[in-house]
């Protein structure tokens, strides 16, 4: 049984960055794909960037492009994501979630096996 924990959510102006951490343990996390969720008030939860267990193949939503980054450290058993050029839109609670890479990342939420608890992340404009 993996357990997830975010952190590095807070408070930011417009244009201003953060960076997102998730910390696994109880499970071998390099065999699994991890990926960044965010759920606004009031709208359904969106996939904003996924990563194969490697860290070789990735995936981003378009509304996050050129501005997130996802990466992964399997030596420490964490994913980060960076995220630039931050505006009010990206305000949300971000999750981080995993699950067994077999043939690579995938985009579904339903392929999601494990859940962090969130952390919020707010834009001001």
């Known amino acids: 049984q993996v357990q997830l924990v975010e952190s590095g959510g807070g408070l930011v102006q417009a244009g201003g960055s953060l960076r997102l951490s998730c910390a696994a343990s109880g499970g071998t996390f390099n065999w699994y794909y991890t990926g960044w969720f965010r759920q606004a008030p009031g709208k359904d939860r969106e996939l904003a960037a996924a990563i194969n267990w490697s860290g070789r193949a990735t995936y981003y939503a378009d509304f996050v492009k050129g501005r997130f980054t996802i990466s992964r450290d399997n030596a420490k058993n964490t994913v980060h994501l960076q995220m630039n050029s931050l505006k009010p839109e990206d305000t949300a609670v971000y999750y981080c979630?995993?699950?067994?890479?077999?043939?690579?990342?995938?985009?579904?939420?339903?392929?999601?096996?494990?859940w962090g608890q969130g952390t919020q992340v707010t834009v001001s404009s």
């Open positions: 979630a995993a699950g067994p890479d077999n043939f690579g990342y995938t985009t579904r939420e339903s392929d999601y096996d494990y």
